[in-house]
C-alpha cells in the first residue's frame, strides 16, 4: 500500500440514476480523527488501472453532522476509467484504498443564508453543505439545480426529505434542460434575487459555473 492511503471497506453501493452511483465506507475506530471532514470536502480513491493506479477525486455527499458513513457520489463519464470501474466493479464489502479528506470549498462558518447552484453532478459537495447548514445552523438555504431531465436529477428523494423536514428554511428549485432550455445569466440572476446577503456556492459544468457567477455579480 502506498505511503498515506488507508484501506476502507465499501459498506454499500447505491444506485442513484441511470449513469451516477454513491459509495459508503465504513471508517474504522482508529482512523475516525483521520477521516474527520468538512461540509464541502472530497475523497482521494485509488483506482487499479492496467497494471497501475489512478488517483480520482470525488466530492463527499454525505454530512459530517450525521452520523452516517462517508458517501462520495460518482457520475460516470464517457470513456472515464475511474467512474466506470467504480460503478461496474465495486461490491458491498471490497476493500478500497483512500486518502484522507481534502479541499476548500466549504463555509467558512453554517451560520447565515445559503444560496447554492448546482449543475448534474456538481450537486454532491453542495448537497452536502446544504445538510449541514440545515442541522447544525438556523439561516435560509436556497437550492438552484440544474439537471439536463428529470432522469438525471441525483438525491431526489433526500431533497424531498429535507423540504419536508425544513419548509421554512430550505427552498429548491429545479431547473431542466429538457423543459427549459440552459438556464441563462439573466435567469439564473432572477432566481438568486433576495438572497444578496448569503454566502454563495457554485459547482457543476464549467458553462453553468460561469454563468452562476456572472448572475450572482448581475444579483447584487
Known amino acids: 500500500m502506498s505511503m498515506n492511503y488507508i484501506e476502507l471497506q465499501v459498506a454499500e453501493v447505491i444506485h ?25 470536502q472530497f475523497l482521494t480513491l485509488r483506482i487499479p488501472h492496467q497494471g497501475d493506479w489512478l488517483p480520482r477525486c470525488y466530492s463527499l455527499s454525505s454530512s459530517p453532522f450525521a452520523g ?17 470501474w467504480l460503478c461496474d ?19 467558512r462558518q453554517l451560520e447565515g443564508d445559503f444560496l447554492l447552484l448546482a449543475g ?13 447548514v440545515l442541522s447544525q445552523a438556523s439561516g435560509r438555504v436556497r437550492l438552484i439545480y440544474a439537471n439536463r431531465d428529470e ?7 433526500l431533497l ?18 429538457s423543459v427549459q432550455g440552459h438556464p441563462t445569466v439573466s435567469q439564473l440572476a432572477l432566481l438568486a434575487a433576495g438572497m444578496e446577503r448569503a454566502e454563495a456556492f457554485i459547482c457543476g459544468p464549467e458553462a ?11 444579483a447584487g
Open 16 to 40: 442513484e440514476t441511470h449513469d451516477s452511483c454513491s459509495f459508503e465506507f465504513r471508517v474504522p475506530p482508529d482512523q475516525v480523527e483521520r477521516f474527520k471532514y468538512r461540509p464541502g
Open 68 to 84: 452516517e458513513n462517508l458517501r462520495v457520489t460518482v457520475k460516470r463519464v464517457d470513456d472515464g476509467r475511474g467512474s466506470n
Open 160 to 177: 424531498q426529505q429535507q423540504v419536508a423536514e425544513y419548509p421554512e428554511r430550505l427552498q429548491v428549485i429545479h431547473w431542466l434542460a
Open 89 to 107: 466493479q465495486v461490491k458491498p464489502g471490497d476493500r478500497l484504498e483512500v486518502l484522507p479528506p481534502a479541499g476548500a470549498f466549504v463555509p
Open 120 to 132: 448534474g453532478s456538481g450537486v454532491t459537495p453542495v448537497l452536502s453543505i446544504l445538510r449541514s
Open 208 to 218: 453553468f459555473m460561469d454563468a452562476g457567477v456572472s448572475a450572482l455579480e448581475r
Open 151 to 157: 432522469a438525471a436529477v441525483t438525491f431526489r428523494e
